[in-house]
């Protein structure tokens, strides 16, 4: 965003990820389609409309639960962090699908009438005090409302006109959205089709995306208070943070000190430097990316900066702190006071030479 504006910024792997996304979610639908035709049969035959609206249905639930299942996975094993890197790309295609279900559904069972479909779907049935009859679609309608603003600010344009801050609030929305889901799940569908093994998938969907963000948060918490315990050795301001040989080359790592914000460390070329774990970005975290064509690269989305002085190359402008780093033998000491983002720090040289 420091060059130009792009509509759609597409790489190789994005282009990969996105026919894989596609070509997932059409293979999801014609299954769904062909296995309803195949099991309701004669007299209990379901309509082609009602079959497509449940596989949409169905498809954008099941979206919305891997979306929320990415993050923490990502902050467990890095290996799921390329599905990270490609996130938002889902994010949009989880709204098309369910404004294809909301469409199908609105003008199956409200566009019949003299009255616009969608008042009609506001004002059919207003019975909000009953559960068994509580209007359900407004909370899908409400849902939906929230996945369009998201896949409609999802481009970097409004991360850079609305600040990482706000923005970040603004998609966390995507939490609220998956609570209505969940309720319009259980108060529609599970009303009328009361089968165990669908009230089942729907209770183990909730709770798998609830344990994975406790068990990443627990981590995250065990992390930063085993950090708060370093504290500045006896010389000055220098805390040791761990060993040369606890990261491996051209891949980084991330350091909690007292008092201090998280620190990424990079060993890169057979030396160490620090810089803030914070991407200028969206806020990634730096220390669980690695080092491409020599500079830091954050997980989430690929930015990049020079380990030496936090900088992006150019023609980018962007810019991070850097942190003072030495070597005492093989124990890695750093000045947890960040540096002015850009600000050149020399890399700490490993004296034996061992690049990993």
């Known amino acids: 965003m420091s060059v ?32 309803g035709k195949a099991l309701y049969r004669g007299a209990h035959a379901i309509s082609d409309p009602i079959l497509a609206m449940r596989a949409l249905g169905t498809c954008a639930y099941v979206l919305l639960h ?16 390329p599905l990270l890197y490609n996130r938002r790309h889902l994010g949009v295609a989880t709204f098309f699908v369910a404004l294809g279900h909301a469409a199908i559904a609105t003008g199956f069972y409200h566009g019949f009438g003299i009255v616009n479909p969608l008042l009609s779907l506001l004002t059919s049935n207003t019975n909000y005090s009953s559960l068994t009859a509580f209007p359900f679609q407004v909370l899908g ?33 995507v939490y609220a959205a998956y609570a209505l889901l969940v309720m319009h ?23 798998l995306v609830a344990s994975l963000h406790t068990i990443a948060g627990l981590r995250e918490i065990a992390h930063d208070v085993r950090g708060r315990r370093r504290t500045p050795r006896g010389d000055g301001s220098w805390v040791d943070v761990g060993c040369v040989d606890e990261i491996a080359e051209n891949r980084g790592c991330t350091v909690t000190v007292a008092g201090s914000e998280r620190i990424a460390l ?29 500079c830091v690269t954050c997980p989430w989305h690929g930015w990049q900066y020079r380990p030496a002085d936090g900088q992006s190359p150019p023609p980018f402008a962007e810019k991070i702190a850097t942190y003072r780093v030495r070597l005492a033998g093989r124990r890695i000491e750093i ?20 690049h990993g």
């Open 66 to 81: 891997v979306i929320l299942s990415i993050g923490p996975l990502a902050r467990l094993d890095r290996r799921f962090l």
């Open 4 to 35: 130009g504006y792009v509509p759609v910024q597409w790489n190789r792997h994005k282009r990969i990820y996105d026919a894989c996304t596609l070509g997932g979610i059409a293979a999801y639908l014609a299954a769904f389609f062909l296995a």
């Open 141 to 173: 309608l409400l849902a939906l409302a929230i996945l369009f603003l998201m896949a409609a600010t999802s481009h970097d344009f409004w991360l850079k006109n609305l600040g990482a801050a706000a923005w970040k609030r603004l998609h966390m929305l």
């Open 266 to 294: 990079f060993r890169h070329g057979g030396c160490i430097s620090a810089t803030t774990n914070i991407c200028a970005h969206q806020g990634g975290p730096l220390g669980e990316g690695k080092i491409i064509d020599g």
């Open 185 to 207: 799940v259980a108060l529609g569908i599970l009303q009328t089709q009361r089968q165990a093994w669908l009230t089942t998938l729907v209770v183990v969907g909730v709770a």
């Open 335 to 354: 000045d947890p006071q960040p540096l002015p983002p850009g600000t050149a720090v020399e890399p700490a040289r490993i004296e034996d030479g061992k």
